[in-house]
């Protein structure tokens, strides 16, 4: 069993991982300056620890020990900070959903390369909102998309918002941040994948148009939340994809519109 540690000052050094999570500017420098990640709920903590990655410590209530336990028992040298949900409070400046977090050491990041042998792809480009790349990647792995890469601009899958929301599949499906964008569109291309970006354009084929192509390798491409791809993006994109919509509604938030062209393309 991992050592229990009974802390009971919110300032002890040794909860420095969990400081202020609702920070976002904070959080990003720590977290990439330490390489790793807070898993929030006693399932997503579990679903870490499963995919393999190392824990750093755990931050518990105590009522989480006994069915944690496994877990624990998993990382014997990773600390189990035992805490109030009123001390959890204070550490994280919010109320800790259920009482559970961990921090986890990041893996290495997966090179591009080695992501291209599946069918369906799955771009998310400069979108801001880490609820929306929770949403986005739980419907990826959900619809069975092979991999989902990121542009560089894109909010961080590891940060503790899109963990929650992604209910932990950001730890089962394969995905890496590009290091070049648009121009990692061209390694797609040379792999066979046709690049489809989502947009209201003039020239956009419908969604059914897109499916009853029936390509053997595809690209699905979201651009961020308003705007959408930019122009320079679409034009080096194969396709130009549209949802058609009535209602009214000119449009759907990117998550659902992954969604539902995930769906469609499903194989």
């Given at each position: 069993m991992?050592?229990?540690?009974?802390?009971?000052?919110p300032a002890d050094p040794r909860l420095g991982d969990y400081v202020q999570l609702r920070e976002?500017?904070?959080?990003?420098m720590l977290?990439?300056?330490h390489g790793l990640f807070i898993a929030e709920g006693d399932k997503v903590i579990r679903r870490a620890?499963?995919?393999?990655?190392?824990?750093?410590s755990f931050l518990l209530a105590p009522r989480w020990l006994d069915s944690l336990s496994d877990v624990l028992e998993k990382w014997p040298e990773a600390p189990v900070y035992v805490v109030t949900e009123e001390l959890a409070e204070q550490v994280t400046g919010f109320h800790v959903h259920?009482?559970?977090l961990a921090s986890y050491?990041?893996?290495?990041?997966v090179d591009l390369e080695d992501l291209l042998s599946g069918r369906r792809i799955a771009i998310f480009d400069d979108i801001v909102d880490h609820t929306n790349v929770g949403a986005g990647f739980r419907a990826a792995a959900a619809m069975g998309v092979d991999a989902v890469l990121i542009t560089p601009t894109c909010a961080d899958p590891l940060y503790r918002r899109s963990i929650k929301v992604s209910m932990g599949t950001v730890f089962q499906i394969p995905w890496t941040r590009l290091s070049s964008w648009p121009g990692a569109l061209s390694v797609l291309k040379s792999h066979g994948f046709v690049t489809a970006g989502l947009a209201l354009t003039d020239d956009s084929i419908t969604l059914d148009d897109l499916t009853a192509r029936h390509d053997e390798k595809l690209a699905l491409i979201f651009g961020?939340?308003?705007?959408?791809l930019k122009p320079h993006v679409l034009e080096q994109t194969d396709l130009t994809v549209k949802i058609p919509m009535s209602g009214g509604v000119d449009s759907l938030n990117v998550a659902s519109s992954a969604a539902v062209a995930f769906y469609a393309t499903r194989v």
């Open positions: 991992s050592p229990l540690v009974s802390v009971e000052d976002v500017n904070l959080r990003r977290e990439e300056e620890a499963e995919a393999g990655y190392e824990p750093r259920r009482g559970a050491r990041r893996q290495p990041a961020t939340e308003g705007h959408g």
